[in-house]
């Protein structure tokens, strides 16, 4: 599994609360990812990181944000909860991200429901 | 626009039989190709990643092909097992630091 930890696996939150969902690494890589993962859709970029405090967004980032205070711990926070963002959301790390043909490494995922 | 798409779309074969998976990407400049296997509930796990001069590649009973003149890959699973039960996604990452861009997935089911 690479190490990768995501919490919590799965969450049940009421519309227009905010969630904020975890992913810990513990082999200290520098590209960290969260994707989100929808019926018909292939998994698709939400956030990245490419080190401390250091994020950009991807394809479908409004709203989400994101936070990256330490190495090994990569935040997803739904500032305000919608059904539309009822999924299964993914976090994935790179190693050695500097270098495009290295493994990406994928999280067991967190099975958000808005009610 | 970049785009992986992956046929067929849904695949049921009897255990023991072969299976190939077929994939096109129009992502340009194109840096490598990536199968993965996902199970049910879980994440997604890599099979191969091929580079722009790899053709082939192989892990297991699992083989990988690519052409990039044509931007085709294959995934070809021979003697299949219960267990090859999953869905199967090919991923495209273009120029270095872009994110990796996955296509739907072909879901496989493998009956007794």
Aim: proline fraction near 3%; include cysteine; aromatic fraction near 8%.
């Amino acid at each position: 599994d690479a190490g990768i930890t995501q919490s919590p696996r799965h969450k049940v939150t009421e519309t227009g609360t905010p969630v904020t969902l975890r992913c810990h690494q513990t082999e200290n890589h520098r590209y960290m990812y969260w994707y989100r993962q929808d019926p018909g859709h292939g998994l698709r970029l939400i956030h990245y990181s490419y080190g401390v405090k250091d994020t950009d967004k991807g394809e479908v980032s409004d709203g989400y944000s994101v936070s990256r205070s330490k190495t090994e711990d990569f935040l997803l926070t739904l500032e305000s909860a919608t059904s539309s963002q009822t999924s299964v959301y993914f976090c994935a790390i790179r190693r050695d991200g500097e270098r495009e043909n290295t493994e990406a490494f994928f999280g067991q995922g967190t099975r958000l429901t808005v009610v | 626009k970049n785009q992986v798409e992956q046929s067929p779309q849904s695949l049921i074969i009897l255990e023991g039989k072969n299976c190939t998976l077929q994939c096109n990407y129009t992502v340009s400049p194109f840096s490598n190709l990536r199968w993965y296997k996902q199970d049910t509930g879980r994440g997604p796990v890599s099979l191969t990643i091929m580079t722009f001069s790899e053709n082939t590649k192989s892990n297991g009973r699992y083989t990988a092909t690519l052409d990039a003149d044509t931007k085709q890959s294959s995934l070809h699973i021979t003697a299949s097992q219960l267990s090859d039960s999953a869905s199967y996604i090919c991923v495209v990452s273009g120029q270095a630091g872009t994110a990796l861009i996955f296509g739907k997935g072909t879901t496989l089911s493998v009956s007794s």
